[in-house]
């Protein structure tokens, strides 16, 4: 599952070359409002962007992923004592970065809680298998917090992509 620490960023980093945000091809994000009806909107942003980036074969994977991510922060990095003020910007924001081997999906919220995994034993359990399907979905998972200006932290899911065919199945 997810990591922490200093190793937070590392599964971005093995096997493929340093990401260097100078060479990102593509790149495309989202404010979304702190309501569920955002878990559609992201879902749409995702479909219509990956349709522009012709990536339409990464739907599926990547739409439940970015669902994931986007519900669980709606959900846990909301929460009343996030320190959110009324006039902050959008709370959560979802971000897709698209290099020639991998799409990174980042979603943002402002909590500085680290992402816990439900039991991915129980499922028939109501929740708790958010991380557990992004963990089986995309190729790699983590969260690191965020500095300077910026509060809170941002959790990412990692897609390597096969140049000229899109998304391969993961894991």
Do not use: I
Not at 42 to 67: H, I
Not at 95 to 118: F, I
Not at 129 to 140: E, K, M, N, Q, T
């Amino acid at each position: 599952m997810g990591t922490n620490g200093s190793t937070m960023l590392e599964p971005l980093r093995q096997g493929l070359p340093p990401l260097d945000p100078a060479t990102v091809s593509s790149a495309a994000s989202c404010a979304l409002p702190p309501r569920y009806e955002a878990v559609r909107e992201a879902r749409q942003f995702t479909t219509g962007t990956l349709d522009q980036w012709r990536m339409s074969d990464c739907f599926d994977d990547v739409c439940l992923v970015v669902s994931e991510l986007v519900t669980n922060a709606l959900r846990h990095g909301l929460s009343p004592g996030n320190g959110l003020r009324p006039a902050q910007d959008p709370p959560v924001r979802l971000h897709l970065m698209r290099w020639t081997e991998r799409l990174v999906c980042a979603v943002r919220d402002p909590s500085h809680d680290s992402p816990v995994a439900g039991d991915s034993d129980d499922f028939a359990a109501e929740s708790g298998r958010g991380l557990f399907l992004v963990d089986s979905f995309a190729d790699s998972w983590g969260w690191h917090p965020l500095g300077g200006a910026l509060s809170g932290k941002v959790v990412w899911a990692l897609f390597q992509v096969t140049p000229g065919r899109g998304c391969p199945s993961a894991n």
